[in-house]
């Protein structure tokens, strides 16, 4: 599956953004899907990832309550809903796609990466 990340930007701490990631190739429903990011000087990191479909959803401790994954397969998209946003938020956000069993959130894991999309949150 081929993947492209969209949607970041430039944004003031305490501000919300939406990422999206458009897939094509292989179909998107037989896919796990992820975020992940990586900030200056710093090794690419997990951020969350959804099942299938959607019921299913994942996030590091880091965002946890702040950003929302979720999905349209009908679409061929993902989403990454992010609030509250704080500086150290700042990186390059990547979508990333697996197939296989649910409950492996290692950038190992996952074969298929998008081109990463850089937001930063300015204090």
């Known amino acids: 599956v081929q993947l492209q990340a969209f949607g970041g930007g430039l944004v003031q701490a305490g501000d919300s953004l939406r990422l999206s990631c458009a897939a094509s190739g292989r179909p998107f429903s037989d896919h796990i899907m992820g975020w992940f990011r990586q900030a200056p000087g710093k090794e690419r990191e997990f951020v969350a990832a959804?099942?299938?479909?959607?019921?299913?959803?994942y996030y590091a401790d880091s965002v946890k309550g702040r950003f929302t994954i979720s999905r349209d397969n009908a679409k061929n998209t993902l989403y990454l809903q992010m609030s509250s946003l704080k500086p150290e938020d700042t990186a390059v956000y990547y979508c990333?796609?697996?197939?296989?069993?649910?409950?492996?959130?290692?950038?190992?894991?996952?074969?298929?990466w998008g081109q990463g999309t850089q937001l930063t949150v300015s204090s």
């Open positions: 990333a796609a697996r197939a296989g069993s649910w409950g492996r959130y290692r950038e190992a894991d996952f074969g298929s």
């Open positions: 959804i099942t299938w479909n959607g019921a299913g959803t």
